[in-house]
């Protein structure tokens, strides 16, 4: 597959990235520190593929960890994107598409009145979470074990996906008083709130443990418990909003939360976040209300016309024909991976796929609850195996084991069987090499 005449491999670019970038990576989810080896440089994608700097192509289940859902370069994207370019790329004064995109979470979210759009994820938490303690005038906030709610200060405690992966409990440079009023608990299990409590944040289905889907009445006591002392409850949908279906968690829940926060689908792949809610809430936010919050690029213009045009794609059928592919593929990749030899779950939240791999000898795995059940699951070992087994045969995942597979629009049957036939083999390599390592 290597294509002789590239002009660089990627090692090679690999290293230049790290005289340059630090761990040669711009997020350390992207780096091979948990799996070993070299990252493969990515120099173009087409729908469901990738194609690195050697000219190899992977079947691609990261997806821009989720920004993307209709396939990479999707023509819509690409074109609203151009367009949108050729007026200008940002000009500080309101323009059409912010609107247009904030009109459209809105009449898709149900509860939801107010947007105000950001330039990230972690943008659209941190600034939920000041809104939350602005409108309470209180200051603890209770988050999740395992939970990822963006790098800011105050919610890395307990964060998952990278952090998880680098076996950090938080990070350096974090003063103790930037988490002195956050609360970690484990997820699946209402808290005791008392009325010092400003928020509760969750993931309504956790994604950054690998998958942790929310226990049956799970969220109905957050909400009642929040209900009880007064406190706000915020839903962070940056993954499962526009992605589980055009309502996201909450329209599958049916649980209500008072604010919310966005991103990934809706940038279409351009940097976006947004947070939202009610409107008496939302009112809090400068310029009205006394909670500052700003930003030089926030509703960019080519940013909104990418999310707009990813939103405008997709209908509720769409969704439910991409959820019931999700399912049979999570089924049978389970029972590829299984009958080659290892252990493993592969749980499924509509089109969102887990993958918990272990030795044969750890026997049938339990779908994990909560972060220790998924910390057992995910640091036995395997998953760098799997990992490469499955790269070698064309198939990229996450190169950690705490990050789900995002299987997209783009991401057809054929597509999804060819991921479970490499999988098949992959399993049995990965087998044979975890057999030689344990000795
Ligand atoms: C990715 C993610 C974030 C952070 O978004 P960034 O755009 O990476 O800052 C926040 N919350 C959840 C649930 C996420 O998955």
């Not at 920004?67 to 940002?90: D, K, M, N, S």
Request: aromatic fraction near 6%.
């Amino acid at each position: 597959m290597a294509d002789a005449v590239a002009p660089a491999s990627n090692a090679d670019w690999f290293a230049r990235a790290r005289r340059v970038i630090p761990g040669g990576v711009d997020s350390p989810v992207r780096s091979f520190a948990s799996v070993g080896g070299t990252p493969y440089t990515v120099v173009s994608g087409e729908g469901p593929y990738v194609v690195d700097a050697e000219g190899n192509r992977y079947i691609d289940l990261v997806q821009s960890y989720g920004a993307v859902l209709l396939g990479h370069a999707h023509p819509v994207v690409t074109e609203a994107v151009t367009a949108a370019a050729a007026r200008g790329t940002t000009f500080g004064a309101p323009t059409p598409g912010e609107v247009l995109l904030a009109e459209a979470i809105c009449e898709r979210v149900p509860g939801c009145e107010q947007v105000r759009l950001v330039s990230s994820g972690t943008e659209a938490a941190m600034s939920a979470v000041r809104l939350a303690r602005g409108a309470t005038r209180r200051d603890r906030i209770v988050k999740f074990d395992g939970c990822y709610h963006g790098h800011s200060d105050g919610l890395l405690a307990g964060g998952g996906s990278g952090v998880a992966m680098l076996g950090l409990p938080g990070s350096v440079g974090v003063s103790a008083g930037a988490v002195a009023d956050t609360e970690v608990v484990p997820y699946n299990v209402v808290p005791a709130l008392d009325e010092r409590v400003a928020c509760v944040i969750v993931e309504p289905v956790a994604a950054n443990m690998n998958l942790v889907p929310p226990a049956p009445g799970f969220l109905e006591g957050l909400r009642a418990a929040c209900d009880a002392v007064g406190a706000l409850l915020i839903f962070d949908e940056v993954i499962t909003g526009f992605r589980l279906g055009p309502d996201g968690a909450t329209g599958r829940s049916g649980v209500a939360p008072d604010l919310w926060c966005f991103g990934k689908v809706i940038g279409g792949g351009l940097p976006v976040g947004a947070f939202a809610g009610r409107r008496d809430l939302m009112a809090e936010l400068a310029p009205g209300g006394p909670v500052y919050q700003a930003g030089t690029l926030s509703g960019n213009p080519l940013a909104t016309a990418a999310g707009l045009a990813v939103l405008d794609h997709v209908g509720p059928a769409d969704y439910e024909a991409l959820a019931a592919r999700a399912a049979a593929f999570a089924e049978d990749l389970e029972a590829a991976v299984a009958s080659a030899g290892l252990a493993v779950t592969a749980p499924a939240v509509g089109p969102l796929v887990g993958l918990f791999v272990g030795p044969a000898s750890s026997g049938p795995l339990v779908p994990p609850w909560d972060y220790d059940s998924a910390h057992a699951l995910a640091s036995n070992g395997t998953y760098g195996h799997f990992f490469h087994a499955m790269l070698r045969r064309g198939v990229a995942l996450a190169p950690g084991p705490y990050e789900v597979m995002f299987p997209g629009m783009a991401h057809d049957d054929g597509v999804l069987s060819r991921v479970v036939d490499a999988a098949a083999d992959a399993a049995a390599e990965a087998a044979t090499e975890r057999e030689v390592e344990v000795g």
